[in-house]
Nanobody, 122 residues
């Protein structure tokens, strides 16, 4: 079994900062990639940022220059530093994981955390 534990969401004023964390544990041999997605009210889930085991990153255009994704491979933990937050960043943020359960296993399907609410007031 694999577990994803997210933390760090909350309420912040526009222009403020928050840092999200996602810790992965369980039957993980190695991680292929981790990412953050978000879903605002009445909207579809969208990619925010993604990082591979090798450290390659990609960001949604709407967060470039404001958000930074990072990962501690030793702890299987991913972070999202969010600065200069805007009301339109308000959403439930979900941690996403793709991993290998063994040395010869194929990459897993997408695995999702339970989500953490981020609310940015104007």
């Amino acid at each position: 079994q694999v577990q994803l534990v997210e933390s760090g969401g909350g309420l912040v004023q526009a222009g403020g900062s928050l840092k999200l964390s996602c810790a992965a544990s369980g039957s993980i041999y190695s991680i292929n990639a981790m990412g953050w997605y978000r879903q605002g009210s009445g909207k579809q889930r969208e990619l925010v940022a993604r990082i591979t085991r090798g450290g390659n990153t990609n960001y949604a255009d709407s967060v470039k220059g404001r958000f930074t994704i990072s990962r501690d491979n030793a702890k299987n933990t991913m972070y999202l530093q969010m600065n200069s937050l805007k009301p339109e960043d308000t959403a439930v943020y979900y941690c996403n994981l793709r991993y290998y359960s063994g040395p010869f296993s194929p990459v897993s399907d997408d695995y999702w955390g339970q989500g953490t609410q981020v609310t940015v007031s104007s």
